[in-house]
């Protein structure tokens, strides 16, 4: 009897244990934000994590950063280029308007010059949510509610050459395609390419109507893209695959995006409603498709057809 009271006194003591432990737990702790370095070439880094891919590119002048990541993420890229050089950055390109690569931005010092392409500039002081996201009427603008900071300083509308020689970085515009913005950045003396969104991955990418990207036409963006790049360029960074990518994976993924086009206006053509094909609609083998892009895109394809 003695040692069931016993066993009751402890089991009641552990229960009690409990809440106290799980309060002593601390709350909500944030996994640490650690940007992963790849060197490219000598003084050219592709640095992952936080968002959309960055390049980072050392010159006699500085640095240059292509693309800046999610809010919170500055600081963290700052600390990985640190790594590699004690040179200061100097200069921003950012590659469109969406929040994982610009919100970066109003961490670096407020003197770096920041250069996009004309449209870009315009959609970041609106900073609309994509449209294959969830609706939200009223989205956050980093830019506002840092008096400004972060926004472009110069711009560009076709084609923009910065610095020279070693230092050189050429800025294409190819058209429409995930937004009425996308720059790419050109490093001619490694023939390296920053293709960034335009190719995230092996993914169905975002078709941006709200900040004006369009379906029917990406294919034919990304063409244009790879007629310079198989010229030009034997490595390309993509917007969020893990590791630099390469003319023929550029040229498989426009077939892809063809065939996804393709299938969405034969969808339209047979009478079909865009939600029943997007509930039906699968990628091919080697590509995945977010439910909520194959729906978005799907919408803006409709709306572009005729």
């Known amino acids: 009897m003695k040692r069931m009271i016993l066993l009751g006194v402890l089991l009641g003591a552990g229960a009690l244990s409990l809440p106290l432990t799980a309060m002593q737990q601390p709350a909500g702790q944030q996994a640490p934000r650690v940007v992963e370095v790849q060197k490219v070439k ?29 809010p919170g993420w500055g600081q963290p890229l700052l600390d990985a280029i640190r790594k590699v050089t004690d040179k200061p950055v100097t200069m921003i390109i950012n590659t469109h308007t969406h929040g994982d690569h ?3 931005n109003v961490e670096f010092p407020a003197e770096v010059d920041i250069v996009t392409h004309a449209n870009t500039a315009a ?11 969830a609706p939200n009427p009223n989205p956050p603008n980093i830019f506002r509610d840092n008096n400004g900071k972060g926004l472009a300083k110069r711009t560009f509308t076709d084609r923009m050459t910065l610095g020279r020689g070693a230092d050189q970085i050429d800025l294409y515009y190819f058209g429409r395609a995930h937004t009425n913005g996308d720059a790419m950045a050109y490093f001619p003396a490694h023939r390296v390419f920053h293709i960034a969104d335009v190719f995230p991955g092996k ?21 244009k893209a790879l007629s310079f790049t198989s010229k030009n360029a034997d490595t390309l960074i993509s917007g969020h695959f893990a590791t630099p990518t390469t003319n023929a994976d550029l040229k498989d993924y426009i ?24 509930m039906g609609w ?25």
């Open 42 to 70: 000598d003084n050219l880094f592709m640095m992952t994590g936080g968002g959309g891919n960055s390049s980072v590119f050392v010159t006699a002048a500085g640095v240059t950063v292509v693309d800046t990541k999610n």
């Open 102 to 104: 610009v919100s970066g």
């Open 123 to 133: 959609n970041m002081k609106e900073m609309r949510p994509n449209s294959s996201a």
């Open 203 to 223: 993914e169905l990418p975002i078709m941006d109507s709200n900040n004006g990207g369009t379906g029917v036409g990406y294919a034919d963006t990304l063409s």
């Open 255 to 278: 077939a892809f995006i063809q065939g996804y086009v393709k299938d969405v206006q034969a969808a339209k053509a047979a009478g079909r409603t865009v939600d029943d094909f997007a």
């Open 282 to 306: 699968k990628p091919p083998t080697g590509y995945t498709a977010q439910p909520a892009r194959v729906l978005g895109n799907a919408r803006t394809i409709y709306n572009e057809t005729k």
